[in-house]
């Protein structure tokens, strides 16, 4: 699987988990699938960073599963 796959993969659940998160009718419901989607925004940043070599975004990664 080439790197390209994984990202588009990747994004591709991002917008599932986005619309996860809109349809969501309790509120615990909708924040445990707002930490999903964080984490799979997580998960972009650091296979852009893999995939380009780009060190900036291994630092954005990193910050973003901090907050």
Do not use: C, D
Request: net charge positive; hydrophobic share 55%; charged share 10%.
């Amino acid at each position: 699987m080439t790197g390209e796959h994984i990202i588009n993969g990747l994004a591709a659940l991002l917008i599932v988990t986005s619309l996860l998160v809109i349809e969501a009718r309790h509120p615990k419901r909708a924040a445990l699938l707002y930490g999903v989607q964080s984490f799979v925004l997580v998960s972009v940043f650091a296979a852009l960073a893999f995939f380009s070599g780009t060190r900036e975004l291994y630092r954005w990664a990193l910050s973003s599963f901090i907050t």
